[in-house]
């Protein structure tokens, strides 16, 4: 199959690159639309408590956390209870209330001076404000509010946050941050890929297959947004990833191609060739990246599925780039790939590089190696043994930036988290309800309980509401009520977790959910916890199985399994320390909350394994071809390493330019994926491929190519081989196509 359409492609060269030319064309008009369509949210589990009590919550009492806060300090030394201060804070009030969608806009000074509500201090006050739509109409009004109530008069200074303004600004962030990553990344990635071709117009071939990955991949993330939610951090990933396989994929094409050139063929042959060999390392490379991604899609929130969605498009436009767009690239090109050279190095003799030597060095000594490099991934590893999981707040923010500097005042002068409340609610209320009230106040860690019938402190019922209508908004139409839990702890910390768990314990009169920011915590944890399994065993499953298809073998897939996740535990434990327990979090620019993302080391592992999967083939399938050449273990590894050696560590090195790139965000779980997959990468193209691969086959010896009887003749039927018995190999009969000299410079790699 890939004989024919290489051969294809090579002949309808121009016609090949006109249809990608024009597709390319209305994917971009088509793509640009991605990012109006794209959400922030999608961190919750939609079948969740917590999610169906937010509904209820809504829907039954008109209810819910603010979506905007406004902190209101009083200037010139005054107090928030002066009277000017408390009409101007007032007007306010009911200001906002007059604005489109704004169903709920009350205060300190409306509610009858609540003194949650006002700051330590007695300067400061919060206006609470809702806004009705959906999250996409909140984000849109959230935004064109936050200006115009930003302000500074002759006795109020107004500053604005709360959830939806937080996350607004989380968005807006991260568009200007992957503007920056972009201008970054490409000028870096172009300068280095010259470097590594040591031609401008090779250089180019990466960049050209990457343009046409995140283009199209923007395409199928507007269709894809049409018709489900869609989050918006995917379109970093579809950045980075999409350049980072184009590089990758292209370097293994454009090397092959040089290298068959260097034997004799003519550049049309190379070219077929190339894709044979190096082509299907490439298919099936990009099989296990998208079964590693796709595993994503058993997760229920939105956030985590939309990782899928971008990383099973990129993934295959980056092959379909690099085994139809690229060979007709080259075969248009010849002779001119090779033009602007600006370096000439001689290509080493065979056992000759640093990579043979290496490899050979380490397979002296193979148990002292693997002993020695898996202690030290196994010491970095442990720290991830103390990770803690939490949800992003406003603290994921630079300290720049409005919406956190509000938060930040809020965390530090107000005694409850007013704005952060647990809802305890019960659609059909009955039985003792002012006990239960009663019951939950006196917990560890609440500060307040209000209700129907009043706020209750410690166990007491301190302020009756009977006649309040302050009070009226806990008793919904059809008889059901809810009660707002008022935590003195943070909300999505441990302490917010241990306090659900608490309330959620506490006998009920009547069946109750319970949500809100703590409560969403603990759920999407729980549900993301019970998916693992599953997610993991989609992952192993699928990888051996590619792996056994291209190798025939039952220890090569274990091995490799075993290695990622040795590799990975490393890259986490360093996660860990970094971002967890905040060591440099000063030269970084983040604020350590002692606890990482839930969802960014699941999405981390499933890329990162996928990436160490790509670079395994890669290596593998030249062991293997060397292997069916009639070479030893020793020698078909050394040989392997030593001419995907350079390849695989200028790939990685590339591929880590372009996550340090997107390690600049001033958001904490896109810096934190930036560092990690950039750590992830270069520890396994170093410690895993030079060092633990040679060392594992090395005494494995010919086992490592072993099946059982049944599944030999399984993989004899159904696998794949690394080009095995090309037609035209000049090793194993005559060339269909008599060998010219290659041009000048192209045996320079």
Not at 150 to 166: I, M, N, P
């Amino acid at each position: 199959m890939l004989e024919r359409l290489a051969r294809f492609v090579v002949r309808r060269r121009r016609a090949v690159l006109v249809v990608s030319g024009l597709t390319l064309v209305a994917a971009g008009v088509f793509g640009a639309g991605v990012f109006g369509a794209v959400k922030a949210g999608g961190f919750q589990d939609p079948a969740a408590e917590s999610t169906r009590a937010a509904r209820l919550v809504e829907e039954q009492f008109g209810q819910g956390d603010p979506d905007l806060v406004l902190l209101v300090t009083a200037k010139d030394g005054r107090k928030v209870d002066d009277p000017a201060v408390a009409t101007a804070g007032a007007a306010l009030t009911a200001e906002l209330s007059r604005e489109a969608d704004v169903v709920q806009s009350v205060s300190y000074w409306t509610l009858g001076s609540p003194p949650p509500l006002r700051s330590g201090g007695g300067d400061r006050a919060l206006v609470l404000a809702r806004i009705a739509g959906d999250d996409d109409h909140v984000d849109e009004r959230v935004h064109e509010l936050v200006g115009p109530y930003t302000r500074s008069d002759g006795l109020l200074r107004v500053e604005v946050t709360g959830f939806a303004a937080v996350f607004n600004q989380v968005g807006t962030q991260i568009e200007s941050d992957l503007a920056r990553a972009e201008s970054l990344a490409f000028p870096l990635t172009g300068i280095a890929l010259v470097l590594v071709f040591g031609s401008v117009v090779a250089a180019g071939m990466p960049l050209a297959v990457g343009v046409l990955s995140i283009i199209s991949t923007f395409a199928v993330l507007h269709a894809i947004a049409l018709v489900t939610d869609v989050s918006i951090f995917s379109i970093n990933l579809t950045t980075g990833l999409g350049l980072g396989l184009a590089i990758d994929y292209s370097l293994f094409i454009v090397n092959r191609v040089r290298e068959e050139r260097r034997k004799g063929y003519s550049n049309d042959e190379a070219v077929v060739r190339s894709v044979l060999t190096a082509g299907r390392t490439v298919l099936f490379s990009a099989l296990t990246v998208a079964a590693s991604l796709a595993a994503l899609l058993v997760f229920p929130l939105y956030f985590l599925r939309s990782f899928a969605y971008a990383g099973i498009a990129v993934v295959a436009a980056a092959a379909v780039g690099a085994l139809v767009v690229l060979p007709a690239l080259l075969a248009a090109l010849g002779d001119n790939l090779e033009r602007f050279r600006i370096l000439h190095r001689e290509p080493k003799l065979d056992g000759a590089g640093f990579w043979h030597r290496t490899a050979t060095m380490v397979m002296r000594r193979p148990v002292l190696v693997a002993l020695s490099v898996g202690a030290l991934l196994v010491a970095l590893g442990l720290p991830f043994a103390g990770v803690r999981f939490g949800l992003p707040d406003d603290r994921v923010l630079p300290t720049t930036a409005s919406t956190r500097q509000a938060s930040d005042v809020l965390r530090r002068e107000f005694p409850s988290r007013d704005t952060a409340s647990l809802s305890v609610v019960a659609p059909t209320a009955s039985g003792d309800l002012d006990g239960y009230a009663t019951a939950l106040s006196g917990l560890p860690g609440v500060a307040r309980v209000d209700g129907p019938k009043g706020s209750y402190i410690g166990g007491q019922l301190v302020v009756a509401g009977q006649g309040n209508p302050l009070y009226q908004r806990f008793a919904g139409p059809a008889g059901g009520v809810y009660l707002a839990v008022v935590p003195s702890v943070e909300p999505l910390s441990g302490e917010g977790e241990r306090l659900v768990r608490a309330v959620r314990a506490v006998p009920a009169p009547a069946d109750v959910l319970v949500t809100g920011q703590s409560a969403m915590l603990v759920d999407s944890k729980a549900s993301l916890v019970a998916k693992l399994p599953l997610a993991a065993g989609i992952i192993a499953g699928i990888t051996f199985l590619v792996l056994f298809l291209m190798f025939g073998s039952l220890l090569v897939p274990a091995k490799a399994v075993v290695l990622n996740l040795l590799s990975l535990t490393a890259t986490f434990g360093a996660m860990v320390v970094i971002f967890q327990d905040g060591w440099g979090a000063d030269l970084l620019g983040f604020t350590a909350t002692g606890a990482l993302d839930t969802t960014t080391p699941i999405l981390m592992f499933c890329v990162a394994f996928g990436l160490s999967m790509d670079y395994e083939v890669f290596l593998l399938s030249r062991i293997k071809e060397e292997h069916d050449k009639g070479a030893g273990t020793v020698e078909s590894v050394a040989r392997g390493l030593e001419r995907t050696g350079r390849i695989v560590t200028a790939a990685a090195a590339l591929l880590a330019i372009v996550f340090l790139a997107f390690a600049t965000s001033g958001i904490t779980f896109i810096k934190l994926f930036g560092i990690g997959l950039t750590l992830a990468v270069l520890m396994d193209a170093t410690l895993i491929r030079a060092a633990l691969v040679p060392a594992f086959m090395r005494l494995a010896g010919e086992a490592n190519w072993w099946a059982p009887g049944p599944l030999r003749r399984l993989h004899d039927r159904f696998g794949f081989t690394e080009g095995g018995s090309l037609p035209d190999d000049p090793e194993n009969g005559a060339p269909l196509a008599p060998p010219v000299p290659p041009p000048v410079g192209v045996g320079s790699r």
